[in-house]
């Protein structure tokens, strides 16, 4: 099997000949590539360039256009600093909704745009779909309705309006979710197999703030790529520990876990079907860990995860983890 056939063959609950390899790299792949990473979240040719090269280097099944997450808020208006270096950063100093009442002046999201951060993103999708279409999997991104309303609004102010201002939080996140499908449409147009979604910001809220606000526009969103067409990756960075069980009836695809998930609570709360993937820690064992205690965190993982699993550590590998620590995680994929 290629990596586009052992994940879709995955993804349908299917035996495959190994387990699909699929960990997050950014920054790592642009120094696999050798450029700074400034180009590479600005320039998807040079995107596209990494992400090829890391899959060839290391076995990887996928790639993907996950680069930072601003840049459907830059095309929004927001405010984003650019660094030659270093992900780009959202100025949540001045953030675009510090004024609630902005929201209703913004005009939805255009995603071809010339010139346009999004438009970068869809053609970073083409060129790798030009290059390895049917061979590894290709995935899009976008941000979920809590993620980016933190990058629209500001963290702290987003936390506040859960409770001050309920009815603000519902249009934002269905503007939010208008977007993300606007986007994802696109991606998927150009050659994406999985849609990512990232909504970091959701690890942030208490399980009942999940169920009211959070879970019913991340299912408005799973849907609405599945009706596109696409497939669904959920990735919400931090501790979703308290609200497993509503993750696993969103109906994603697979379901990215962090580190400080357990897979075994996952896989009793969520129904036993749902693909899921991770999620050894990134810095203590990924990076800092040995090959032999790498190869044993990916197998405990597995363990706990049963059937139904891809191996990915818990987020982004590191930029300066060892190229043996990456090959000891598809040492295992491979022995399975």
Known sequence: MNGFERITTALRHETTDSLPFMPI??????????????????????????????????????????????????????????????????????????????????????????????????????????????????????????????????????MTDFFDAPEFIRELFAFNVENALRFAEEQIKAGADIIGVGDAAASLVGPKIYREFVFPFEKQLVDGIHQLGGRVRLHICGNISRSLKEVGQLGCDFVDLDSMVSIEKARLEMPPEQVIAGNIDPVKVLRNGTPDEIYAAVAECHRQAGNNFIIGAGCEVPRDTPPKNIEAMRRYAASV
């Open 25 to 158: 790299t950014m920054m790592f792949a642009a120094d696999t590539l050798g450029v700074p990473y400034g180009k590479y979240a600005t320039d998807f040719n040079v995107l596209a360039d990494a992400q090829l090269a890391t899959a060839r280097k290391f076995g990887f099944d996928y790639v993907s256009t996950i680069s930072d997450p601003g840049r459907e808020a830059a095309d929004l208006g927001a405010s984003v600093h650019f660094f030659d270096d270093a992900p780009p950063a959202i100025d949540e100093n001045n953030a675009l909704l510090a004024d609630r009442a902005v929201l209703k002046t913004l005009k939805p999201l255009a995603p071809l745009k010339s010139g346009s951060r999004c438009l970068d993103r869809v053609n970073g999708v083409k060129k790798l779909a030009e290059n390895v279409k049917g061979e590894l999997f290709i995935e899009g991104w976008v941000e979920g309705p809590c993620a980016e309303g933190a990058d629209l609004r500001g963290i702290n102010n987003l």
